[in-house]
């Protein structure tokens, strides 16, 4: 049946010593989940390739294999000006006009590429910071360590950085890894350098919009061309070098369907536990690039493809194994059709705030630990998505018609619940059950335990939730227990204003809570599968 008010689903090579691997305490060393297969070689790996490094002794001899640099036309690329932010386009602008070099570096120019549309847009100017300063009259510094300029157009901030100060953001002596080439002018000189200090091949491109040039000085078009991610220099030292780098690489495969080098993929698994020496806050919006930005289903299958969801979310990975699970599954549950329904409505340019996706792991963690009848979800979202007020969510609940997706196990068989009060009762057990969750989620002993079961598991006790965040969270289903709140208007229609959701208004992270509950739960194509057996009957 359609429920149009609401507007969702019910409706009709180098040779380097191999360096230490440094484990954060209380990780035990890297091993298979007991009764989960780990593969030598996963899908989504690439077959290794001779490498574009050049060969190293560790004393600083060596023949460079450069990769041929390549500069192409961007035109030919199918870029447009008009695909640049407008933002952006005002600071390129503003410094090309004062004579001084810029250039969109990184991922954007990737995704220009492949005609995505960019998370956000990172230009390196040959101006230093200060004159960036001059140049913008709201602009300021930001870092101490490695310091960039914010520049404040409207509600956007584009983000500036410096020849002159990128040279200094990391300890790694370049000259041993590849030589100044013969015939190399200075311009080509500092664009190659500062390639050279990136993290994948892919985001080692530099794009001048005005000469309309494309640099490529890593090999980064070929692996676009082959979609593989690829460590700019060896991956075992790139990622000690920076683990926050094993994040990243996770977060670019899923996002692009990438495949990791075997190179890569080995690392990963080797230094997976080095993730916990980040802070909290960096695994935080990390795990936020992941899953708030449209590729949350990809991203999560690829943590526990490599073994990294054991320890950055070990309530989920348990959750993985008791449904048998396997490394290279490619089947579905109720966990990660969440998320895919989720993927369906953000993308990299209209994500959700974190509090959104920290309430669905939270809600589906009460429902693995006790699974509910399919109308005490479906009301529990309603109310969830009005507010508070029950008896207007068990009044559409009692209408809803369309079969329930009967292949998850945190839905029971539909049962009596005659009584609106029966009804109501396991709505507010349900909400119990998953303030419960949340707790449990931001618990460091019971995180710790998640995977007791299973002692060939990592060990891990990370929380990387903050107070903020589980609070926020809190907020979106305090309304169940509370009562209907006062002043509170739900949501009309199926519009999902971005920008509120990004910002984690209330009103629509509920909305969009409810949509993606409903969608999982009473899922379209079953409904049209039912009317296909029926017409054919």
């Not at 061309?225 to 994040?247: G, H, M, Q, W, Y």
């Not at 991203?299 to 070990?314: A, C, D, Q």
């Not at 002043?487 to 999902?496: A, D, H």
């Not at 959701?501 to 409903?518: N, T």
Request: glycine share 6%.
């Amino acid at each position: 049946m359609a429920i149009a008010v609401l507007g969702f689903s019910c409706r009709s090579y180098l040779t380097f010593r191999r360096p230490l691997v440094y484990c954060v305490h209380k990780v035990r060393h890297r091993s298979n989940v007991a009764t989960v297969e780990s593969p030598p070689e996963p899908v989504g790996v690439t077959k290794e390739e001779e490498p574009h490094w050049a060969t190293y002794d560790g004393r600083g001899n060596g023949a460079s294999k450069a990769p041929e640099w390549k500069k192409l036309n961007s035109k030919d690329l199918g870029i447009r000006t008009s695909m640049i932010a407008k933002p952006t386009r005002y600071v390129l602008n503003g410094l090309k006009k004062k004579g001084y070099e810029v250039y969109l570096v990184g991922g954007c120019v990737r995704d220009l590429i492949l005609k995505r549309t960019p998370k956000d847009f990172d230009i390196i100017t040959s101006a230093e910071l200060k004159e960036v300063l001059r140049v913008f009259p709201r602009c300021e510094v930001v870092g101490k360590r490695f310091p960039i300029c914010h520049v404040h157009v409207n509600d956007t901030i584009v983000e500036v950085s410096s020849f002159s100060t990128s040279g200094k953001r990391t300890g790694r002596k370049l000259d041993y890894i590849l030589r100044r080439p013969p015939d190399c002018d200075d311009h080509d000189y500092i664009r190659w350098r500062n390639c050279l200090q990136r993290d994948f091949t892919i985001n080692g491109l530099m794009f001048d919009p005005y000469t309309k040039i494309v640099y490529d000085y890593m090999g980064g078009m070929q692996d676009i061309k082959k979609a593989k991610v690829r460590t700019v220099i060896p991956a075992n030292i790139s990622f000690v070098e920076d683990c926050a780098r094993i994040l990243r690489g996770v977060r670019i495969a899923a996002r692009l369907g990438f495949r990791f080098t075997k190179d890569i993929a080995h690392s990963v698994r080797e230094l997976s536990c080095s993730v916990l020496r980040l802070d909290k806050g960096r695994i935080l919006m990390e795990m936020n690039y992941m899953l708030a930005y449209g590729s949350a289903e990809a991203s999560l299958r690829l943590l526990w493809k490599f073994g990294l969801l054991e320890i950055l979310l070990p309530i989920q990975a348990a959750y993985l194994v008791s449904q048998g699970f396997r490394r290279r599954d490619q089947r579905s549950n109720m966990l990660l059709s969440l998320f895919s329904n989720l993927d369906r409505l953000v993308a990299p340019d209209r994500p959700c705030h974190n509090s959104l996706w920290i309430g669905m792991l939270a809600f589906h963690k009460a429902l693995v630990d006790q699974p509910r009848h399919p109308m005490v979800v479906a009301a529990f979202s309603l109310a969830v998505h009005n507010g508070g007020s029950l008896s207007e969510a068990v009044e559409i609940a009692r209408r809803i018609s369309q079969p329930h997706d009967q292949s998850f196990s945190e839905l029971l068989e539909p049962q009596d619940l005659d009584s609106d009060e029966s009804l109501i009762d396991e709505i507010m057990d349900l909400a119990a059950s998953v303030k419960s969750a949340l707790m449990k989620m931001t618990d460091e002993h019971f995180v710790s335990q998640a995977m007791s079961k299973y002692p060939r598991a990592p060990y891990s006790d990370l929380v990387f939730i903050s107070l903020a965040s589980f609070l926020r969270a809190s907020k979106i289903f305090e309304c169940v227990q509370g009562g209907a709140e006062k002043g509170f208007v739900p949501k009309q229609g199926s519009r999902i204003d971005y920008e509120f959701l990004a910002l984690g208004s209330l009103r629509e992270v509920r909305h969009v809570f409810a949509r993606i509950v409903f969608d999982t739960v009473y899922p379209l194509s079953l409904n049209k599968e039912d009317n296909f057996v029926n017409q054919n009957s």
